[in-house]
C-alpha cells in the first residue's frame, strides 16, 4: 500500500473520570492508523465521562459517519418492539405477512433476524459491480428496489438453517415492517428509535452525500493500489434496512447507552434479541443474537456489538451491559483481504483493551 502523507494527528479529550488514559487509547488509534488508513475517531463513553481521540488529515470532532450493517440493529429493534406489542411473532412465517416473495420456504422472522434463514446474500452478486474505481463511479447511482434484490438472492438455492451472514434477511426485515405497519422501515426507525432519543443527526434511507461535517471515505481497490474518493454512497448497497443509515459516534453512543439500558425493548424482547446462537469465523465464546453479537472480553465477561463496512468505511458501535459504549470510525477500506484482516485484528484490539482498561471503574 502506498505510504500517505500524515497530517498531524489530532487528539480531542473530552472529560477524564474513569475512562483509559488518553495514551492507551490513542496508542490504539495510531496501529490502525498506520495501516495506511487516511483516518480514525474513536469515541468512548462510560457514567463518568467521555473521551475522544481522532486522527488524520481530515477528521471532524463527530463527523456524519455511514453505519453499514449497524443498520440492522436498528431494524432488528423495531422488528421487536412490533413482536413485544403482539402485532407479529418472532415464529410467524415470512410467507404469511409476503406472501410468495420467498416462494413458499419455510422461513421465520427470527431466522430473518438470526441469520439462519438459509438465503444468499444478495450483495455477493452485486458487489462485483463496483469493484474498480471505474464502475463505481459508473454504477453507484443505480437503483435497487428491496424486491429486486431480495429475487437476486432468491435465483440462488437455499442454504441450510445453520448461521450464515445474509443481508437479504434485513432487506426482508424491512419489508416486513412495511407489512405490518403500513409504513416504511424508516418511518418506523424515525418514529420509535431516532426521535424518542433525539438522535438530530441520524438519518435513515438513502443518503448519496453526507452532510457536513464529515471525513472523507476512501477504498483501496487493489492491494498496493490508490486511494479512491469514495464517500459517495452505492445505491444498491447503501438504500435499505440492511445497511443504509449514516449517524455520528455520539449518536451510536446514545443508542447503545438505550440499548443496554433496556430503554427500548420490553424484558422479554430483550431476552430475545440476547439469546445466541454460534456464529462462524468469530472468536470463541461469541454468538450472534437477533440483530447483534455477544463478544468476550479477554479479562472476562463481554461486549454487544454490531460493525459495518463499506466501500471506503468501516464502523464499530460497541456496548457492554453495564452501559459503557465505544464508536470507532475508520475512514479507509481495501481490497486486499490480507491488509483487511489486520486491521480487523488491530480493531478488536482496540475495542478489548477500551474495555478491559475501564472495568476496575465500574466494577
Given at each position: 500500500m502506498r505510504t500517505l502523507a500524515v497530517a498531524a494527528a489530532a487528539t480531542l479529550l473530552v472529560a477524564t473520570g474513569g475512562v483509559t488514559t488518553p495514551s492507551e487509547l490513542r496508542r490504539d488509534v495510531e496501529a490502525l492508523r498506520a495501516t495506511g488508513v487516511t483516518g480514525v475517531l474513536a469515541r468512548l463513553e462510560s457514567r463518568t465521562g467521555a473521551r475522544v481521540v481522532r486522527s488524520g488529515r481530515d477528521v471532524p470532532h463527530d463527523p456524519y459517519l455511514r453505519i453499514g450493517s449497524t443498520t440492522k440493529t436498528f431494524t432488528a429493534v423495531v422488528v421487536l418492539q412490533l413482536v413485544g406489542e403482539g402485532r407479529l411473532t418472532l415464529d410467524d412465517q415470512v410467507d404469511k405477512w409476503l406472501p410468495g416473495v420467498v416462494a413458499g420456504r419455510r422461513i421465520s422472522v427470527r431466522q430473518l433476524l438470526q441469520h439462519t434463514s438459509g438465503l444468499y446474500d444478495y450483495s455477493s452478486d452485486l458487489i462485483g459491480n463496483y469493484v474498480t474505481p471505474e464502475s463505481y463511479l459508473r454504477e453507484r447511482?443505480?437503483?435497487?428496489?428491496?424486491?429486486?434484490?431480495?429475487?437476486?438472492?432468491?435465483?440462488?438455492?437455499?442454504?441450510?438453517?445453520?448461521?450464515?451472514?445474509?443481508?437479504?434477511?434485513?432487506?426482508?426485515?424491512?419489508?416486513?415492517?412495511?407489512?405490518?405497519?403500513?409504513?416504511?422501515?424508516?418511518?418506523?426507525?424515525?418514529?420509535?428509535?431516532?426521535?424518542?432519543?433525539?438522535?438530530?443527526?441520524?438519518?435513515?434511507?438513502?443518503?448519496?452525500?453526507?452532510?457536513?461535517?464529515?471525513?472523507?471515505?476512501?477504498m483501496q481497490f487493489t492491494p498496493g493500489g490508490p486511494l479512491v474518493d469514495t464517500t459517495i454512497a452505492i445505491r444498491g448497497l447503501d438504500s435499505g434496512a440492511d445497511g443504509s443509515m449514516t449517524s455520528t459516534a455520539s449518536d451510536l453512543n446514545r443508542f447503545l447507552a438505550a440499548l443496554a439500558g433496556g430503554r427500548l425493548l420490553r424484558p422479554a424482547q430483550q431476552a430475545q434479541m440476547r439469546t445466541l446462537v454460534a456464529a462462524a469465523d468469530s472468536p470463541v465464546g461469541s454468538g450472534y443474537g437477533l440483530g447483534i453479537f455477544w463478544i468476550p472480553l479477554s479479562c472476562g465477561g463481554g461486549y454487544w456489538r454490531h460493525g459495518g463496512t463499506g466501500f471506503g468505511y468501516q464502523v464499530e458501535p460497541a456496548f457492554t451491559d453495564d452501559g459503557r459504549r465505544l464508536t470507532v470510525s475508520i475512514f479507509t477500506n481495501t481490497g486486499d483481504p490480507e491488509l483487511a484482516a489486520t486491521r480487523q485484528d488491530l480493531l478488536n484490539d482496540l475495542v478489548d483493551h477500551a474495555f478491559c482498561q475501564t472495568v476496575s471503574a465500574h466494577s
Open positions: 447511482d443505480r437503483p435497487y428496489a428491496p424486491e429486486q434484490l431480495v429475487t437476486i438472492a432468491m435465483g440462488h438455492p437455499h442454504g441450510g438453517t445453520t448461521w450464515s451472514y445474509s443481508n437479504t434477511n434485513y432487506v426482508l426485515a424491512g419489508m416486513l415492517i412495511t407489512a405490518v405497519t403500513g409504513r416504511s422501515w424508516a418511518r418506523e426507525v424515525d418514529a420509535r428509535i431516532t426521535g424518542p432519543l433525539g438522535l438530530r443527526r441520524t438519518r435513515t434511507g438513502f443518503v448519496r452525500d453526507l452532510p457536513a461535517p464529515h471525513a472523507t471515505n476512501h
